[in-house]
C-alpha cells in the first residue's frame, strides 16, 4: 500500500472516530467544515481548474437553504423530497445566471457574481415568505427509517458521508476524459476546441455541478442548524469560501477539505486565544488572520495541499497502461482524393487584408507546404480552415462540406487535426494525457459517468490509443513526465501525438520546425515522412526553406495574402517572383 493510500485510510479512521472522542462543540466544528468543503469543493473544480473565479457561490447554499426551510415548515413536505426540489431550483437558477455570466471573462465575470449574489442575499431578507431578516426558525431534521439527526454528532455522519462521497466523485471526474477537458479549459481553450471540446456548454455544466454542490451544502446546513436567516448567505461567505479554496490549493481536490478545516478552525482558535491575550473584546482575528494568510501564501503559493504531497514519499512507478480494445477508426478516402479547396477566401482585420482571394487544394496522401515570409498571411489561412477564425468571403471545403463558417469543435468531428504555432500542452498534465486529450471525440461517456467511474473501459481505451500514438512518434519512454518538462522539440511531437490520436483524415502542422534544434528537425522529417508513407494527408504551414524543399510534395507561396506561386519544390525554387520575394536566392 503507498504511503498516499495509508495517510487517507488514516484520515478515514480518524473521521469516523471523532464524534466517539470529541466534545460537542469539537463536533460541531466539523460539521462547518463539512458544511464548507462542499462549497469550496465546487470552487476547486469551478475557478482553480476550470479558471471561472465566482464570488457568488453562497447565493446557491442560501437558495437551497431557503427553499428547503420553506417547504418543510410551511407545507411540511418531507426534507428527502426537499432535496430534490432544492437541487431542481439550484440548477434551474445556476443555468439561468450561468448562461450570462459565462459569456463575460477575466474580472467582468468576477465582478458579476458579486452582483448577483449580493442581488439574491437582498431577495433574502426582503420577502415577507421568508421570513426577511429574522429568517425561518423550526426546521425540522432529516429522519431515515425513523432515526432523526437531530443532534450534532448525528448530523456529522451524514454531512461527512455526503461529503466523502462527493471528494471521491470529483476526484473521478477530473481522473477521465471528461476531467481532462476541464483541466484544459483555464489557459488551453482554444486547443480544447481544436480537439473537439464544446468549451462553452463545458464551463456550464461546471458552473452547475459546482452551484449543486453548494445547493446540497445549504439543504444539509438547513436541517442541521434548524434555522435560515440571510446573514450566512452575504457576499462576505462568498469571499470566505473562495479564500479557503485557495488556502488549500484551488487546483486540488481535496485542496477543498484543506482550506475550509484551516480557516473555520484557525478563525474560530483566534476568536477564543486573542481576547484573553490583548485583555479586551475587538475583532483582532480579523487582522492576525490576515498577516497569518498572507505568510502562509508567500510561502506555499499553491496552497497548502500541493506543499503536502511534495513532502510524501514518491508511489511507485506508474504502470504502461494495458492493451485495450482499439477505438474505432474513420474511414479514410483514398489515395489522390481532393481533401480540402480553398477558393478565393478572404480575411479582412479592419483595413488590413490578411488573406487576399486565395485559392489552393490539396488530395490525399500528399504533404502540401504553405510558406511565405513572415507577415505573408500563413498562421491567419491556417486558422481560418480550422475554425477559429471565420472567412469573410471565399469557400473552404473538406471532402465536399463547406467548413468556412463551421466553429473548431465541428471541424475537428469532420476529420482535421492540427497543432500550434507556439506549443499548446496543458503543461501540468502528463504526456500520456495530453495526447489522450486528443482522441476525446473518439469515446462518448459524460460526467456523470466519470463521477461515478462507469466508464473505466472507455478510459482504458483511450489512454492505451494515447501510448500507442506516442510509441508511433518515438516518445513511448515519456508517457507520465509533465509535458511542460519536455525539451521543446519533443513538445511540438507531443503535440503530433495528440493530433494523431484523433484518427485525422488531414494534419495540419503550424511551424512544427520552429525553435528546434538541427538534429530534431531530422527527426521531425523523418517522422511526418512516416507518416505520409502510412496514408497520412498533411497540410504543413513552415517558413524553414531547407527543412520544407527536402519533404513536401508541393509548395503554395503567400506573399501578402495573396498567392505568389504554386508547385514542386524544384520549380519554387527557381521561380523568379519567389526568389525575389522570399527565398533570397536559394538554390
Known amino acids: 500500500m503507498s504511503s498516499r493510500a495509508r495517510l487517507l485510510g488514516a484520515f478515514l479512521v480518524v473521521m469516523a472516530a471523532a464524534p466517539a472522542v470529541l466534545a460537542d462543540f469539537h463536533v460541531t466544528l466539523l460539521n462547518y467544515v463539512g458544511l464548507a468543503t462542499l462549497v469550496v469543493l465546487g470552487l476547486v473544480l469551478l475557478t482553480g481548474v476550470a479558471g471561472i ?219 477564543d486565544i486573542l481576547p484573553a491575550l490583548f485583555h479586551q473584546t475587538g475583532n483582532f482575528e480579523i487582522v492576525v488572520f490576515g498577516v497569518l494568510m498572507l505568510l502562509l501564501l508567500h510561502r506555499t503559493r499553491d496552497g497548502i495541499a500541493p506543499a503536502i504531497a511534495r513532502l510524501l514519499p514518491a508511489g511507485p512507478a506508474r504502470a504502461r497502461p494495458p492493451e485495450a480494445e482499439p477505438l474505432s477508426r474513420r474511414a479514410q478516402p483514398a489515395r489522390g482524393t481532393p481533401l480540402l479547396e480553398v477558393r478565393g477566401v478572404c480575411r479582412r482585420f479592419g483595413g488590413l487584408v490578411a488573406v487576399d482571394r486565395l485559392s489552393f487544394a490539396i488530395d490525399s496522401g500528399e504533404i502540401l507546404g504553405l510558406i511565405g515570409p513572415n507577415g505573408a498571411g500563413k498562421t491567419t489561412m491556417f486558422n481560418l480552415i480550422t475554425g477559429v477564425l471565420s472567412a469573410d468571403d471565399g469557400q473552404i471545403r473538406f471532402l465536399g462540406e463547406r467548413i468556412e463558417r463551421l466553429p473548431q469543435r465541428r471541424i475537428a468531428r469532420l476529420g482535421l487535426a492540427r497543432t500550434f504555432q507556439h506549443v499548446n500542452l496543458v503543461t501540468g498534465m502528463s504526456v500520456l494525457e495530453n495526447v489522450a486529450l486528443g482522441a476525446h471525440l473518439r469515446a462518448g461517456r459524460g460526467t456523470l459517468a466519470a463521477m461515478l467511474r462507469s466508464e473505466r473501459g472507455d478510459e482504458r481505451r483511450l489512454l492505451a490509443e494515447a501510448a500507442r500514438q506516442l510509441d508511433r512518434v518515438g516518445l513511448g519512454e515519456h508517457l507520465f513526465e509533465a509535458a511542460g518538462s519536455l525539451p521543446l522539440g519533443q513538445q511540438r511531437i507531443v503535440e503530433i501525438a495528440r493530433a494523431l490520436a484523433a484518427d485525422p483524415v488531414l494534419l495540419l502542422l503550424d511551424e512544427p520546425a520552429a525553435g528546434l534544434r538541427y538534429g530534431e528537425k531530422q527527426a521531425l522529417a523523418a517522422l511526418l515522412r512516416k507518416l505520409r508513407d502510412e496514408g497520412m494527408s498533411i497540410l504543413l504551414v513552415e517558413h524553414d526553406m531547407e527543412f520544407v524543399m527536402g519533404l513536401v510534395d508541393r509548395l503554395v507561396v503567400m506573399d501578402f495574402g495573396q498567392k505568389l506561386a504554386e508547385g514542386l519544390p524544384a520549380q519554387i525554387q527557381t521561380d523568379p517572383a519567389v526568389l525575389e520575394a522570399y527565398l533570397g536566392g536559394i538554390e
Open 53 to 271: 473565479v465566482s464570488f457568488g457561490q453562497q447565493a446557491f447554499v442560501g437558495i437551497s437553504a431557503y427553499v428547503t426551510a420553506l417547504a418543510t415548515t410551511a407545507w411540511g413536505i418531507s426534507p428527502w423530497v426537499t432535496l430534490v426540489a432544492c437541487l431542481a431550483v439550484t440548477a434551474l437558477v445556476a443555468l439561468l445566471l450561468g448562461a450570462v455570466t459565462l459569456r463575460l471573462s477575466g474580472h467582468y465575470l468576477s465582478i458579476t457574481t458579486i452582483a448577483w449574489g449580493i442581488a439574491i442575499y437582498y431577495l433574502f431578507g426582503t420577502l415577507p415568505m421568508l421570513g426577511q431578516y429574522s429568517g425561518l426558525d423550526n426546521v425540522p431534521p432529516v429522519t431515515l427509517f425513523g432515526f432523526a439527526f437531530d443532534t450534532g454528532r448525528r448530523s456529522y455522519y451524514l454531512i461527512w458521508i455526503i461529503t466523502a462521497a462527493a471528494l471521491v466523485a470529483a476526484q473521478n471526474l477530473l481522473d477521465s476524459r471528461p476531467g481532462r477537458a476541464i483541466r484544459a479549459l483555464r489557459f488551453r481553450s482554444v486547443m480544447a476546441e481544436s480537439v473537439g471540446v464544446d468549451t462553452a456548454s463545458l464551463k456550464l455544466v461546471v458552473f452547475l455541478y459546482a452551484a449543486l454542490l453548494a445547493g446540497l451544502s445549504g439543504w444539509l446546513y438547513a436541517h442541521f442548524l434548524r434555522f435560515v436567516s440571510p446573514q450566512a448567505f452575504g457576499v462576505n461567505a462568498g469571499i470566505d469560501y473562495l479564500f479557503m479554496a485557495v488556502i488549500g490549493g484551488a487546483s486540488q481536490v481535496w485542496g477543498a477539505l484543506i482550506g475550509a478545516s484551516v480557516l473555520t478552525l484557525l478563525k474560530e482558535w483566534l476568536k
